[in-house]
């Protein structure tokens, strides 16, 4: 008895809420003779959609700035990289390419991408210096200046010059939209790359792959010498500093990390989504982002790539099973919202409340 | 001497970087705006009115070291529900302000509790804390709301639950049939002075047979200070004027001005003839000198004729005021009590408060309850006023919007007063009036003013919380420093 | 007879775990007196009194033997408060003090004076209100005791570090049922002049009845005050003596004691040592490490010598081997082999070949959440970027090469774990030393500094990492410094050893040396010849 008490103590009581609750959730599908294999597709699709900007989460944990809230610069970023790319169609940029639809949407996809790491990059290195000016309170400053961002982008989105049609509202003036569709753009390019169909459940390859390509990468930085590092300025500053190694420096590349792979993660995102979602519409990101890392077993101070692997299929398989279960169940919407809201906020706190139980 | 007096106003301008940058901001906004003071002023006084109270909640945590309490959303959604249930029941007016407070404040009590002990869990993360705690409360308020209401309990009121009968409207409206608006607003002054008069003389009574049967010294000077005033105004409100005024529930900000002006002639020509007829006291009385200048200089101020229009056309609602002047006077007296210096031990330094055999877990827990229960009142006064609950979003900014015009007011996450709860309500409101109209004004469109303001408050918090860090990281080295050249001098 | 005494602990014993840290020790302190309690880092002097204040590191780690009597009633306090409702106080080397609040508000913390109000009678009494007048009152009452001339209304951050003491001390006087006070350490951080006053307030406290228990390493300070002092070794009782029977030298000899064990068999000293050319070169050097600052310390080590660095806790001895590191801002030369250390530039020492052992094996020792074979190779891989393969762009760990390495070292050092793989913070702390030292051996350095190598590990790894470092020598020709706090085994291996006292060289002494020499030297009494 006292074994499995230490054992569920060590998995923590709301992982196991979780995934039971997950399980519950796919039994009462199959019960009510809902279509399971769509919404296991479903669960899938959402998977590769929010992998990339869950595992953003990893190099600022490492580091040692904590879970970073302020993931949603990066989101910024990003935003700001599809929107020239928007832009740069529009202008003619791609014309070279037109002869081949495919190739026309990846050319779209990757300038995006570019511009997105370069963007989410240098807000990167300057909040990352901003936070090694804050150390010991990463959380709180990274979260307002995160909500700080997203509202000065929100003056941006109606002030920056864009003039292409599918960005801007009709009744020009007024600035861009709230959703951005990207129907001419490059929606679901990677989703339908070698995309196929095994026992009704279908499998977007091309979204796994660069999911799965970029865990890779980051698994593979973190077993070389500066992701070493990298990792020991994040769990022992001290220790750090007595091996040589600059540890402010360390925090920098972090920071920067995981805000650019924030910046990739978006265009990633929106190109599964199929809209880019403007104005507040990302200002809780963060919150979701470290919600799953979290879920995935990881604490405030450490994190890995199998966490982010397991949190993000947990928390959206939930979300994408809890919606269609819900309506069959109760007729309201809403609860699938409600349920995010709860199980993030929740697991946050939790995470908070065992990392730092003070006595005194 | 000059150079130090150059150093102290460097170092006013830098302590209060915040406050300056906004005052600046608001006069550059109204002059951007090109609006009129008739617009500004009764916008303005009635979110003050509004505002107020809710940061002013604020304070108790801050004095206890708990930082900026982002949890108070927790208490503006009990302050909801127990609107709710009251609507439920159609008690209206008065009375059901009253209920509302009796349902809200052991939910509040309850709540507080829970944040207490959560945040004694996580010591040095309050503030995260307290935001996520906000955010996951909004997520069982919303459960109870949306499904709990009508989906398990039956619930059979049409005006408030949507029409399939689970969950309730997006709005609940407090005016018309409920009869809640301007429940408090609307208590006439007259009704304040009776309360006030009986209450006293009741009370008054009450402690004298106390003392008489302790045998205690009677004290009869105190007493009497504090209820010949209110006698004497009560007696004044027997002559039909003056009955008349007094019979109505606002108040003109002119009136206001005008009253407060004479009140603080009259104290201060009091004070000084007690100073040198009855003390004999030697020298110039020079605080008193002051106040009769201030008063004198603010009613000359109503004789300007742009101020004098947009004096008289705001209108206080007195109760509400009342209650903020009444929590000002609370806060200051309570942390003059042992309770109160016990919580500004422990918010300086929780190891020597332990030491000190004070119990810094229960007292941390007790300063969250004040904060949530207070809280709570102030949602249901801003609520009363405004008339109508947005079931799902009234609760949700009330943190963000409280905590930043603290901020503005120049208090940081150690130490926060009243004075700068006023001055932060007043700057920060003003700019988020403005702000819309000035970017209507300025860009021709009025969402840039409206995303700005919103910019502002988080840009605020986030700037603060940052120089926070920052300076409790530059202490530790700066200790270091001191403790070299000590040892240098040796 | 019994109540002539305060206080008095009889046979006091305490185990943490198996480990006894005190035997059977008494203490009698009558009204008035002042009671000097020596003893090196690590006597029980903490211990006994961690006992006396019903500390809760005692009760969680079952409890003591023993009896506590006060005025000759008997008591077992489970918690501070019950101390300080008897009448013990405490008087702390770090201030306990409220930075923000006034003098008075600092010396009623906790016990402030009220009166009462309607609310109180209503709502209980924390709704009282203060009573500033009495409380000002009360406190400039307390100052007035202990004679100092302090403006109660000011705020004690604005106060200079001296002042500080004496607020503490008149916050203790003021409660107003005191009748023993504790000073430990309490001249540590004062100036010369105002350690003097220190020494004159507490005759003056002692004359009003009131017994001081002294805790200090201050030789000189105990003769000018104590009436009686008790010497404490190890856990055990040595001897109690009124200071008026005794002198420094013998109080030295007695607090070090003679300890015939010898923990390694090392009679074989290399032969030419005097005339080896010089390894390291330190240089007035200062570092600013709080609470081991050094202040000024010169030394020459030859190249193949096991040079010791001892004296108490405190005083300096752990900010040498830290400030060369760079762990803490140093200033002042120090040249090894030929080449000095820049201090601006982080890690500069571990270029230069030195590897370090810290003393704070977990803090900043080890990365405990990581593999055994991670830290072993961790600094090599990252100052020498050794145990790294090349993979286009990247750098990455050779997991094979650091597996073998990491095994290597387990049968070498006999780590006992499940292998390589385990986590250190899972490791006994014997296991975790061995590990710090595998580590900084992998790194081949050609000087290694072990800071206090053997602080609590058991007696078995303790040997063989000892054993080990005479072989290190002997084999390999290595230079060594060892800093501990542990006289007997810096005088069992040691070719000499530098007392560090004040943060300053005390003196430089043989390992066969007489007792009283060390004593003397590490309490800073200053003999002639002395730094």
């Known amino acids: 008895m006292a074994q499995v008490k230490k054992a569920i103590d060590k998995f923590g009581l709301p992982r196991i809420i979780i995934l039971v609750f997950f399980f519950v959730l796919i039994i009462t599908a199959g019960v009510l003779n809902m279509n399971v294999p769509a919404l296991l597709g479903d669960v899938i699709r959402r998977w590769g959609m929010y992998g990339i900007l869950v595992l953003a989460m990893v190099p600022g944990i490492q580091c040692g700035i904590g879970p970073n809230f302020g993931v949603t610069i990066g989101i910024s970023g990003g935003l700001l990289g599809a929107l020239i790319s928007i832009e740069l169609r529009d202008k003619g940029f791609f014309e070279n390419f037109s002869h081949n639809a495919t190739l026309d949407a990846f050319m779209g996809i990757f300038v995006a991408l570019l511009l997105a790491l370069i963007f989410a990059s240098v807000f990167g290195i300057l909040y990352g210096m901003l936070l090694n000016r804050v150390k010991g309170s990463e959380m709180t400053v990274s979260t307002y200046v995160g909500f700080s961002v997203v509202a000065l982008f929100n003056i941006l989105w109606l002030v920056l010059p864009f003039r292409s049609k599918t960005s801007i509202w009709p009744l020009a003036g007024d600035g861009l939209r709230n959703t951005i569709s990207l129907e001419a753009d490059y929606k679901e390019v990677f989703n339908n790359f070698l995309g196929f169909k095994i026992g009704g459940i279908y499998i977007p390859t091309g979204l796994l792959l660069i999911f799965f390509l970029a865990c890779f990468c980051v698994w593979l930085f973190l077993r070389s010498r500066n992701g070493i590092m990298m990792s020991a300025a994040g769990a022992n500053p001290v220790y750090a500093k007595a091996a040589g190694i600059n540890v402010d420096k360390m925090r920098i590349l972090g920071t920067t990390l995981s805000t650019a792979l924030g910046g990739i993660g978006i265009v990633m995102y929106a190109q599964s989504f199929g809209f880019l979602q403007l104005y507040n519409a990302t200002q809780m990101m963060g919150f979701s982002c470290v919600a799953s890392v979290l879920i995935g077993g990881a604490s405030i101070n450490r994190a890995s790539i199998i966490n982010v692997l397991i949190g993000t299929f947990l928390f959206q398989g939930i979300l994408a099973v809890a919606l269609p279960v819900a309506n069959m169940l109760l007729p309201e919407g809403q609860l699938s919202e409600i349920l995010r809201i709860i199980i993030s906020n929740g697991i946050i706190l939790y995470a908070l409340s065992k990392s730092k139980g003070g006595t005194r | ?490 | 007879m019994e109540d002539k005494y305060v206080l008095q602990m009889e046979n006091i014993s305490k185990k943490y775990g198996e480990t006894a840290v005190l035997k059977n020790v008494s203490l009698n302190v009558k009204p008035g007196e002042i009671y000097a309690l020596i003893g090196e880092n690590g006597a029980g002097k903490s211990t006994l009194m961690n006992i006396l204040f019903g500390m809760s590191v005692i009760h969680s780690t079952g409890g003591y033997d023993g009896k506590v009597t006060i005025d000759g009633q008997e008591v077992n306090f489970t918690s501070p408060n019950d101390a300080m409702k008897a009448g013990i106080g405490m008087v702390h080397q770090e201030f306990m003090l409220i930075p923000g609040f006034t003098v008075t508000e600092n010396i009623k913390v906790g016990r402030e004076l009220t009166k009462p109000g309607l609310a109180s009678k209503v709502f209980g009494k924390s709704l009282e209100r203060l009573d500033w007048e009495k409380m000002e009152g009360e406190a400039q009452e307390a100052l007035d005791a202990i004679g100092m001339d302090i403006d109660r209304h000011v705020k004690v951050a604005g106060l200079p570090v001296g002042y500080m003491q004496f607020v503490e001390i008149a916050r203790e006087i003021d409660k107003k049922n005191i009748k023993l006070l504790v000073f430990d350490e309490p001249t540590a951080v004062l100036t010369e002049s105002e350690a003097q006053r220190l020494l004159s307030v507490m005759k003056l406290i002692a004359a009003k009845g009131i017994a001081i228990i002294f805790i200090t390493h201050r030789l000189d300070e105990i003769m000018e005050v104590a009436d009686t002092m008790t010497i404490l070794r190890d856990g055990e009782w040595v001897e109690t003596k009124a200071i008026k029977d005794t002198d420094v030298v013998e109080i030295a000899q007695l607090m070090v004691g003679r300890k015939i064990e010898k923990l390694v068999d090392d009679d074989e000293k290399p032969e030419g040592l005097e005339s080896a050319p010089v390894a390291v070169e330190i240089r007035d050097f200062r570092v600013d490490m709080p609470g081991e600052k050094v202040k000024g310390v010169d030394l020459d080590i030859r190249q193949g010598e096991i040079f010791g660095i001892g004296g108490l806790a405190g005083q300096g001895k752990i900010g040498i081997p830290n400030g060369i590191m760079g762990l803490f801002p140093a200033t002042g030369t120090v040249t090894i082999f030929g080449s000095q250390i820049n201090f601006g530039k982080l890690g500069d020492a571990l270029h230069k070949e030195v590897a370090f052992v810290s003393e704070d094996r977990r803090g900043v020792g080890l990365l405990l959440d990581e593999s055994i074979e991670d830290n072993i190779v961790f600094n090599t891989m990252t100052v020498k970027k050794e145990f790294l393969k090349n993979y286009a762009f990247m750098k990455l760990k050779d997991g094979r090469r650091v597996r073998s390495h990491a095994q290597e070292m387990i049968n070498l050092f006999d780590i006992r774990c499940t292998g390589s793989l385990q986590k250190v913070g899972s490791l006994s702390g014997g296991n975790q030393q061995k590990v710090c030292l595998a580590g900084a051996l992998t790194l081949n350095p050609k000087l290694l500094i072990v800071s206090e190598p053997t602080r609590g590990i058991d007696i078995g790894a303790k040997k063989l990492i000892m054993e080990h470092l005479v072989k290190l020598r002997k084999e390999q020709g290595l230079t060594i410094i060892m800093v501990s706090s542990e006289l007997v085994e810096l005088r069992s291996i040691c070719d000499r050893i530098a007392i560090i006292s004040d943060g300053r060289l005390s003196k430089i002494l043989s390992p066969d040396a007489p007792d009283a020499d060390f004593g003397l030297a590490m309490s800073a009494v200053r003999t002639e010849g002395g730094a």
């Open chain 2, 1 to 490: 001497m000059n150079t130090k007096k150059k150093l102290n106003v460097r170092s006013l301008l830098r302590d209060n970087n915040v406050t300056i940058l906004f005052i600046v901001l608001c006069i550059g906004a109204y002059f951007a705006s090109g609006t009129t003071l008739n617009f500004l002023l009764p916008e303005l006084f009635t979110r003050i009115g509004r505002n107020t109270f809710m940061v002013l909640s604020l304070l108790i945590p801050v004095v206890a070291g708990l930082g900026l309490n982002f949890g108070i959303v927790i208490g503006a959604a009990s302050a909801q529900i127990a609107i709710f249930l009251v609507l439920l029941m159609g008690v209206k007016g008065l009375p059901g302000l009253l209920l509302c407070v009796v349902i809200c404040t052991p939910l509040a009590i309850f709540f507080g509790y829970l944040i207490g002990r959560l945040f004694n869990s996580m010591k040095g993360t309050e503030m995260i804390g307290g935001l996520v705690a906000g955010y996951f409360s909004d997520g069982l308020y919303q459960l109870l709301f949306l499904f709990v209401l009508g989906g398990i309990i039956p619930i059979a009121n049409k005006t408030l639950m949507i029409s399939t009968g689970v969950g309730v409207k997006n709005t609940m409206k407090l005016g018309d049939k409920a009869g809640l608006k301007y429940a408090l607003d609307n208590i006439p002054m007259i009704n304040i002075l009776d309360v006030l008069f009986w209450g006293g003389l009741v009370a008054s009574a009450l402690i004298l047979l106390y003392r008489l049967l302790k045998k205690q010294p009677l004290g009869i000077g105190r007493i009497l200070k504090f209820f010949v005033p209110v006698a004497a105004v009560y007696a004044l409100s027997f002559i039909p004027v003056v009955g008349r005024f007094l019979g109505t529930n606002r108040l003109l900000l002119l009136n206001a001005i005008e009253l407060g002006a004479l009140v603080a002639v009259i104290v201060s020509v009091i004070k000084i003839i007690k100073m040198k007829a009855i003390d004999k006291k030697a020298g110039l009385p020079k605080k008193e000198i002051m106040g009769i200048v201030i008063a004198a200089l603010a009613y000359g101020a109503t004789y300007i004729p742009p101020l004098f229009s947009a004096f008289s056309v705001v209108k206080l609602p007195v109760m509400t005021y009342v209650c903020i002047a009444g929590l000002v006077i609370f806060t200051s007296w309570f942390l003059n009590t042992k309770l109160g210096q016990e919580m500004r031990t422990v918010g300086q330094n929780r190891a020597v408060a332990n030491s000190a055999g004070i119990n810094v877990d229960r007292v941390r827990i007790i300063a969250m309850i004040m904060s949530t229960v207070l809280a709570s009142y102030g949602q249901l006064i801003s609520l009363q006023n405004i008339g109508t609950v947005a079931t799902y979003g009234s609760h949700q900014q009330v943190g963000l919007y409280a905590i930043a015009a603290l901020l503005v007011g120049g208090a940081s996450v150690q130490q926060a007063n009243a004075k700068q709860a006023v001055l932060g309500v007043v700057l920060f409101h003003t700019l988020f009036i403005l702000s819309p109209v000035a970017g209507k004004q300025l860009l021709g469109n009025a969402m840039i003013g409206e995303y700005f303001r919103v910019f502002v408050a988080y840009g605020v918090i986030a700037l603060s919380l940052a120089m926070h860090a920052w300076s409790k990281l530059m202490k530790g080295k700066e200790a270091a420093a001191k403790a070299e050249a000590a040892e240098a001098k040796s």
